[in-house]
Antibody
């Protein structure tokens, strides 16, 4: 069974940093591209970042470029999101999601981890 | 950047009704469009990909159509468990996987 489990969320002050993790199981992690997607309270979905299966190709949304860094450790079946210079508008539930490249879709999602940026 | 719009933003329908949601892209995206269902407090669930392909395990009352810039999600015979928010997503550009703003579906 495919499982994605996020962790690392919490309360952080503006300007602070946080590192999110996503533990993957039930599939060959190093064969799949991965993403982070976030959802602010009461708002819609916002794609945040993409990483290829090898980690060699990375993309970011304009809203986080230069502040967030996506990475993966295929030996540990884990995806990460390093978030620096956090702002109140980064407050959201953060989901990791797997891309199925054939047919292009986000076919599995984690349950999400809440990040709250507040003083 | 490719922008997605959805209409309506909210709809209320009766059990058994046929419901249609439209998603429009600001430029052509071929058939690289997916639809997701999200219930409160839960992660999004993939319903349709490649504009019209039903994800495994999704009830056949859900269907998708369209290509280029205009797409539709149809729910035939709306059920109480279909109360949710529905999002379209374009996957034409790997550098920016845009989501639509969402359509909230309620039961009358």
């Amino acid at each position: 069974e495919v499982q994605l489990v996020e962790s690392g969320g919490g309360l952080v002050q503006p300007g602070g940093s946080l590192r999110l993790s996503c533990a993957a199981s039930g599939f060959t992690f190093n064969s799949y591209e991965m993403n982070w997607v976030r959802q602010a309270p009461g708002k819609g979905l916002e794609w945040v970042s993409y990483i290829s299966s090898s980690g060699s190709t990375i993309y970011y949304a304009d809203s986080v470029r230069g502040r967030f860094s996506i990475s993966r450790d295929n030996a540990k079946n884990s995806l990460y999101l390093q978030m620096n210079s956090l702002r109140a508008e980064d407050t959201a539930v953060y989901y990791c999601a797997r891309i199925r490249s054939s047919g292009r879709r986000f076919d599995y999602w984690g349950q999400g981890t809440l990040v709250t940026v507040s003083s | 950047d490719i922008q997605l719009t959805q209409s309506p933003s909210f709809l209320s329908a009766s059990v058994g009704d046929r419901v249609t949601i439209t998603c429009r892209a600001s430029q052509g995206i071929s058939s690289y469009l997916a639809w997701y269902q999200q219930k409160p407090g839960k992660a999004p669930k993939l319903l349709i990909y490649a504009a019209s392909t039903l994800q495994s395990g999704v009830p056949s009352r859900f269907s998708g159509s369209g290509s280029g810039t205009e797409f539709t999600l149809t729910i035939n015979s709306l059920q109480p468990e279909d109360c949710a928010t529905y999002y379209c997503q374009q996957l034409n550009s790997y550098a920016l996987f845009t989501f639509g703003p969402g359509t909230k579906v309620d039961i009358k």
